[in-house]
T-cell receptor
């Protein structure tokens, strides 16, 4: 069974600074996908970024980028130029193998301070 | 806005009752997934339907059932409700049935059982 671990329950960052959220996972699958979802106070789940395991190049989406280390089974999210609207719970998620579901970590609550 | 709609937004009911949550997937998406988010269990996969057929089952209680209709909307039925069923229920949709398809989430239905 796949597991996803987010070791930082809470983090804070000053506006305009950079912050990195950590995620590790465990799987025996070779073909899988990793995701970061954001859940702001509105509770909506919003896709931030996704990474295909077979791709060596790290995914980027504007101010969001990942550091994917396949051998270490690590998938961290870097947010550059943090904005107040980035304040949210961030979930790391895994999908792969015979599992069609998303397996989520417990989340990291990020607060961006003015 | 992800394009996935869920109704109702909020539901308050009593123990022992039965409720139905409704989800309409994004236009063109054939898969629908249901997830439960609670404080103690986190985000958990309940069930997946693809083009009207049950595709995968997760931690779904026997008191819960779901279906996907010919127009691809889905309903999650929760019966004999208990206090512990209070949670945020998300519907997500994806274009196909592959575990590599990105899932887009609806705004959720907050269920409160009193």
């Amino acid at each position: 069974a796949q597991t996803v671990t987010q070791s930082q329950p809470e983090m804070s960052v000053q506006e305009a600074e950079t912050v990195t959220l950590s995620c590790t996972y465990d799987t025996s699958e070779n073909n899988y996908y990793l995701f970061w979802y954001k859940q702001p106070p509105s509770r909506q789940m919003i896709l931030v970024i996704r990474q295909e395991a077979y791709k060596q190049q790290n995914a980027t989406e504007n101010r969001f980028s990942v550091n994917f280390q396949k051998a270490a089974k690590s998938f961290s999210l870097k947010i550059s130029d943090s904005q107040l609207g980035d304040t949210a719970m961030y979930f790391c998620a895994f999908s792969g193998g015979s599992n069609y579901k998303l397996t989520f970590g417990k989340g990291t609550l990020l607060t961006v301070n003015p | 806005d992800s394009g996935v709609t869920q109704t109702p937004k909020h539901l308050i009911t009593a123990t022992g009752q039965r409720v139905t949550l409704r989800c309409s997937p994004r236009s063109g998406d054939l898969s629908v997934y249901w997830y439960q988010q609670s404080l103690d269990q986190g985000l958990q996969f309940l069930i997946q339907y693809y083009n009207g057929e049950e595709r995968a089952k997760g931690n779904i209680l026997e008191r819960f059932s779901a279906q996907q209709f010919p127009d691809l909307h889905s309903e999650l039925n929760l019966s004999s409700l208990e206090l512990g069923d209070s949670a945020l229920y998300f519907c997500a949709s994806s274009v196909g049935r592959a575990n590599t398809d990105t899932q887009y989430f609806g705004p959720g239905t907050r269920l409160t059982v009193l």
